[in-house]
């Protein structure tokens, strides 16, 4: 796993080591872009993904959703990897396992805070897909993932192409797939 710089949460406040941990966020590298050759100096943080998921939400959050639902999921969707790291494919754990260390860091990170439990159910529909804002940002997780692939891939300095591929097998919401497959077509001319 590698990271910009590493340091752990040391605030005794709840709300401020909540905070850290997010701050960890921005030093943890994605890691599948690493493995695609992105160079480190040009390679976004996980922090840097959730950012882009959110303006995504606010962007194209549709009105029969819970926009401060969405946004919320959008922020809290990767909370897990401040403490399991940015785990691929390549990682060698199952989903299921995966999920399951995202889950006890999730609880660990959330434990101390006055609505923790309510943080962390929001997290859940995202990870667990309950409710039509979690679906929703899902697909924004991975419409995000696919744009940032086409930037990577106009610059064709490393091998993003293989996750656009993922990222429009992945993107099921017809009129996300459209922005997607909209916006690759004007990258190919």
Not at 9 to 20: A, D, L, R
């Amino acid at each position: 796993m590698k990271w910009k710089f590493k340091f752990e949460p040391y605030s005794k406040e709840p709300v401020i080591k909540v905070f850290q941990h997010f701050l960890k966020l921005k030093a943890l590298y994605r890691q599948g872009w690493l493995q695609r050759n992105v160079p480190e100096v040009k390679c976004e943080s996980v922090a840097d993904h959730s950012f882009g998921t959110a303006l995504l939400a606010l962007l194209l959050c549709p009105p029969e959703l819970d926009k401060l639902k969405v946004l919320e999921i959008s922020l809290l969707h990767e909370t897990g990897e401040s403490i399991i790291g940015d785990l691929t494919p390549t990682s060698n754990i199952s989903e299921k396992e995966k999920s399951r260390l995202e889950q006890e860091a999730v609880k660990k990170i959330f434990r101390n805070l006055p609505d923790g439990d309510r943080l962390l159910s929001v997290w859940q529909e995202f990870e667990f897909g309950t409710s039509p804002e979690g679906r929703f940002v899902r697909q924004l997780d991975k419409l995000e993932m696919g744009l940032q692939a086409e930037i990577y891939a106009c610059r064709a300095d490393n091998d993003a192409e293989k996750l656009i591929a993922c990222a429009l097998e992945k993107v099921t919401d017809p009129e996300l797939r459209k922005l997607l497959s909209h916006s690759k077509k004007l990258n190919n001319k």
